[in-house]
């Protein structure tokens, strides 16, 4: 983040608002990807998932996007699923009319992407890709590498890899994913998160402490050999120690979630539901964390003078929020 953007942050924190918007475009998604937190009985809240919400389209979906940008004036803003590009048409229209503010789109790249979102600059395409052709494909058919390397075609996108225990079964799996996306003309970036589980989950994505450790070692020394890998000292130091709690969490702090409905506030933060934060690997937040641990000065971390202007931000709020206000 430029230095403009983190003055302009800290002052919206500082007037109670929220420098980070993410929207849940819709709850629709043709994938079944195993471990998906999204789909969760309680994602949404104590007795709320996604699919019993109500999903909106067309002009619906436009305006009330517009609306609560608008309304909440974000710096940024993620929109994800479901799956977005299941909604393209309306993207057509709304990716345009959001402009200057940043706009990240998450998506599988199960369909083509239009050749005009790339002349839209404040627009970042992020493509979910867990791991090489053989274990993605298994996982995330119908968006198999082969239609997405043919929907990413004319476009330069944010490759986006969850690592979960299944790619550590092989020594080298991540340095070869790092190659072939590196080597690959329409990835100009290469992201690496941890796979999070839910409270009580069982799966056999979830790492292991010994997984965890192992994935960050061999994270470190990706980005001296593919230059593409954007995994900091900072962002690696964050993944070994994630905030244990929502309270100490940065990026829930500055974020305001909102379900399909857009009216619905998701909590603590986009991974809903009963996140287990000791074991979070969102690159967001742990990358904000690391930050959070430097001393200003070599004094005071970065975090105390977060929480502090937190406070302050709530007590605005507070004090100038219409009564019955649900953001």
């Not at 274990?135 to 690592?163: F, K, M, S």
């Not at 009580?200 to 890998?229: C, H, M, N, Y």
């Not at 977060?306 to 206000?325: D, H, V, W």
Request: aromatic share 6%; net charge positive; charged share 20%.
């Amino acid at each position: 983040m430029k230095k403009i953007q983190v003055l302009t942050a800290w002052r919206m924190i500082l007037e109670g608002r929220q420098p980070f918007l993410s929207i849940k475009l819709t709850r629709q998604c043709p994938l079944r990807c195993p471990g998906c937190y999204a789909y969760a009985p309680d994602y949404a809240g104590e007795t709320q998932s996604l699919h019993g919400m109500p999903d909106l389209a067309g002009d619906d979906l436009v305006e009330g996007v517009l609306t609560l940008v608008r309304k909440l004036r974000p710096l940024h803003v993620s929109l994800v699923g479901g799956e977005p590009l299941i909604r393209h048409k309306e993207l057509d229209s709304l990716l345009p009319r959001l402009a200057p503010v940043e706009v990240q789109l998450v998506t599988s790249a199960v369909r083509r992407i239009p050749a005009a979102w790339a002349e839209q600059n404040h627009v970042h395409i992020v493509v979910s890709v867990d791991g090489l052709a053989p274990e993605h494909d298994r996982r995330r058919t119908p968006a198999t590498y082969e239609r997405i390397l043919r929907n990413i075609e004319g476009h330069q996108v944010i490759v986006h890899c969850t690592v979960t225990r299944q790619l550590l079964a092989r020594d080298g799996y991540l340095r070869d994913f790092a190659a072939f996306w590196s080597a690959r003309p329409e990835a100009r970036k290469i992201w690496f998160s941890l796979f999070t589980p839910q409270a009580g989950q069982v799966s056999e994505e979830r790492l292991t402490p010994s997984d965890r450790a192992r994935a960050i070692r061999e994270l470190a020394g990706l980005s001296p050999l593919f230059p593409k890998v954007h995994m900091s000292g900072p962002l690696l130091d964050g993944l070994a120690r994630p905030p244990a709690r929502p309270s100490e969490c940065i990026f829930a702090a500055v974020t305001t979630c909102v379900a399909p409905d857009l009216k619905t506030r998701i909590r603590p933060c986009e991974l809903g539901g009963n996140a287990v934060c000791s074991e979070c690997g969102c690159i967001a937040s742990t990358g904000l964390s690391a930050v959070g641990r430097y001393r200003l000065a070599g004094l005071l971390p970065v975090a105390t003078v977060f929480r502090i202007s937190t406070e302050i931000g709530k007590l605005c709020r507070r004090c100038l929020q219409p009564a019955g206000c649900r953001l």
